[in-house]
C-alpha cells in the first residue's frame, strides 16, 4: 500500500504550501511598543472604493446633480410659462383699454356732431370770419383732432357707400362714375370708424 504524500513531505509533515499562516493582530509593536495603524482591508485591491456600487447603480453625487438638474428644468418651465400668461394679461389689458377710448370718443363725437353742423353752416354763411366765435370753433376742432376725430366729404370724390350717404341723385354727361356733386351735411369719423356717414348728391354718368 503506497502513502498518499500530497500536502505533506517525506517525514508526514505539512509541506511549506500548507504551513499554517498566522496574523500578528496585536495593536502594539513587540519590538518598537508604538502603536500599529491600523491596516487598511482594502489596500490590496486595484480600484477606488465608488467602484463598489452595483453594476448600473450611479454614485450619490450623481444623482443628486440629476435631480437638481430636473427641479431646475421643471421651475423654468414654470417661469416661462408664467411669463407667457403675464405677456398675454398685458395685451389684453392694453387692447381693452383701446376698445374703452375709442368707445368714449365716438360717443363725445357723436353728442357734438349738432354743434360741429351749426359750426360748419355759420362757417359756409360767413358768420364766423372776424367774430369772436371763430377762435372758439377753431380750438374746439383742435382738440377733437388730437383724438383722431376728422371730418371728411368733399365734392369730386368717388361715391362709396361705405362712407357716403347719397340723399339726391342726377345724371351728368361730366362724370365718369357715381361722383359727389354736392355735401350735404360733412361726415365723421374717428381713425378708421364711422361715425356718421357724409350726406351727399350724387352724380351718375349718362347712359
Same mark, same amino acid.
Given at each position: 500500500?503506497?502513502?498518499?504524500?500530497?500536502?505533506?513531505?517525506?517525514?508526514?509533515?505539512?509541506?511549506?504550501?500548507?504551513?499554517? !499562516?498566522?496574523?500578528? /493582530?496585536?495593536?502594539?509593536?513587540?519590538?518598537?511598543?508604538?502603536?500599529?495603524?491600523?491596516?487598511?482591508? =482594502?489596500?490590496?485591491? #486595484?480600484?477606488?472604493?465608488?467602484?463598489?456600487?452595483?453594476?448600473?447603480?450611479?454614485?450619490?453625487?450623481?444623482?443628486?446633480?440629476?435631480?437638481?438638474?430636473?427641479?431646475?428644468?421643471?421651475?423654468?418651465?414654470?417661469?416661462? !410659462? =408664467?411669463?407667457?400668461?403675464?405677456? &398675454?394679461?398685458? /395685451?389684453?389689458?392694453?387692447?381693452?383699454?383701446?376698445?374703452? !377710448?375709442?368707445?368714449?370718443?365716438?360717443?363725445?363725437?357723436?353728442?357734438?356732431?349738432?354743434?360741429? #353742423?351749426?359750426?360748419?353752416?355759420?362757417?359756409?354763411?360767413?358768420?364766423?370770419?372776424?367774430?369772436?366765435?371763430?377762435?372758439?370753433?377753431? /380750438?374746439?376742432?383742435?382738440?377733437?383732432?388730437?383724438?383722431?376725430?376728422?371730418?371728411?366729404?368733399?365734392? $369730386?370724390?368717388?361715391?362709396?357707400? &361705405?362712407?357716403?350717404?347719397?340723399?339726391?341723385?342726377?345724371?351728368?354727361?361730366?362724370?365718369? $362714375?357715381?361722383?359727389?356733386?354736392?355735401?350735404?351735411?360733412?361726415?365723421?369719423?374717428?381713425?378708421? !370708424?364711422?361715425?356718421?356717414?357724409?350726406?351727399?348728391?350724387?352724380?351718375?354718368?349718362?347712359?
Amino acid at each position: 500500500m503506497s502513502d498518499d504524500t500530497t500536502g505533506t513531505s517525506g517525514s508526514g509533515t505539512p509541506g511549506p504550501e500548507e504551513a499554517p !499562516r498566522f496574523t500578528d /493582530k496585536r495593536r502594539l509593536d513587540p519590538e518598537t511598543g508604538e502603536l500599529r495603524e491600523p491596516a487598511d482591508p =482594502l489596500a490590496h485591491l #486595484d480600484f477606488e472604493p465608488e467602484a463598489l456600487t452595483e453594476v448600473g447603480e450611479e454614485p450619490a453625487e450623481d444623482s443628486a446633480l440629476a435631480l437638481a438638474e430636473t427641479l431646475a428644468a421643471e421651475r423654468l418651465e414654470d417661469l416661462l !410659462r =408664467l411669463q407667457a400668461e403675464y405677456v &398675454n394679461y398685458r /395685451k389684453r389689458v392694453d387692447r381693452d383699454r383701446s376698445v374703452a !377710448r375709442d368707445q368714449t370718443v365716438v360717443q363725445i363725437a357723436e353728442a357734438l356732431i349738432p354743434v360741429l #353742423d351749426d359750426i360748419a353752416l355759420a362757417r359756409q354763411h360767413g358768420e364766423l370770419a372776424g367774430g369772436p366765435f371763430a377762435s372758439i370753433a377753431e /380750438k374746439l376742432e383742435q382738440v377733437l383732432s388730437r383724438f383722431e376725430v376728422q371730418r371728411y366729404g368733399e365734392v $369730386g370724390e368717388m361715391f362709396d357707400p &361705405n362712407v357716403h350717404e347719397a340723399l339726391m341723385h342726377q345724371h351728368s354727361s361730366e362724370v365718369t $362714375g357715381p361722383t359727389v356733386v354736392q355735401v350735404l351735411q360733412d361726415g365723421y369719423k374717428v381713425g378708421d !370708424r364711422i361715425v356718421r356717414a357724409a350726406r351727399v348728391a350724387v352724380a351718375d354718368p349718362d347712359a
